[in-house]
T-cell receptor, first 116, second 113 residues
Framework: AQSVTQPDIHITVSEGASLELRCNYSYGATPYLFWYVQSPGQGLQLLLK??????LVQGIKGFEAEFKRSQSSFNLRKPSVHWSDAAEYFCAVGASYGGSQGNLIFGKGTKLSVKP | GAGVSQSPSNKVTEKGKDVELRCDPI?????LYWYRQSLGQGLEFLIY????????KSGLPSDRFSAERTGGSVSTLTIQRTQQEDSAVYLC???????????FGQGTRLTVV
């Protein structure tokens, strides 16, 4: 069965520091992978996605993520965090075909706080 | 409409009452998902519809929860005999095909008093 683990419930970084949010997935085939962000009082917004090809994907707001098949990971990174990045981040795994395998499963989220 | 629409945006109900939450997906999207977001619990999968396939109901927490999708479009999530632990934000999402990028609605905040 598909599953997603985000080991860090809450992370605090200083503004301007680099950021890495961890995501590990369990899936039998090559998955589709996503990172979403949810700002306070806002809906879920897609940051980036991986379907195939280059394992380093670029997203909006200066975020990137790297798919590492050997580690079943899809960690999210940003070289320099801005105060406006404070939000909750969700990693998700999906599949390319329909039926029950097409389900989209989310991790429990990582809350990011940014210190001035 | 341009996005996923959910109604109502807020619902306060008395314990023991039934509630219905509605989701209008993006036109043409074959996949539709319901999730529940409770404080500190992240996004909990409830149910997934994909075209004419049998829905994946594996996430429904109890038999008080049910959902249907009429004509492959609008979906209704029904919670019978609501309990206080049902209080949460219920999110609906749709995607062009299962497992691909999901577009989320703004959610329905359900409060059971």
């Amino acid at each position: 069965a598909q599953s997603v683990t985000q080991p860090d419930i809450h992370i605090t970084v200083s503004e301007g520091a680099s950021l890495e949010l961890r995501c590990n997935y369990s899936y039998g085939a090559t998955p589709y992978l996503f990172w979403y962000v949810q700002s306070p009082g806002q809906g879920l917004q897609l940051l980036l996605k991986y379907f195939s090809g280059d394992t380093l994907v670029q997203g909006i707001k200066g975020f990137e993520a790297e798919f590492k098949r050997s580690q079943s990971s899809f960690n999210l990174r940003k070289p320099s965090v801005h105060w406006s990045d404070a939000a909750e981040y969700f990693c998700a795994v999906g599949a390319s075909y329909g039926g029950s395998q097409g389900n989209l499963i989310f991790g429990k989220g990582t809350k990011l706080s940014v210190k001035p | 409409g341009a996005g996923v629409s959910q109604s109502p945006s807020n619902k306060v109900t008395e314990k023991g009452k039934d509630v219905e939450l509605r989701c209008d997906p993006i036109s043409g999207h074959t996949a539709l998902y319901w999730y529940r977001q409770s404080l500190g619990q992240g996004l909990e999968f409830l149910i997934y519809f994909q075209g004419n396939s049998a829905p994946d109901k594996s996430g429904l927490p109890s038999d008080r929860f049910s959902a249907e999708r009429t004509g492959g479009s609008v979906s209704t999530l029904t919670i019978q005999r609501t309990q206080q632990e049902d209080s949460a934000v219920y999110l609906c999402a749709s995607s062009p095909q299962g497992g691909q990028r999901a577009f989320f609605g703004q959610g329905t905040r359900l409060t059971v008093v």
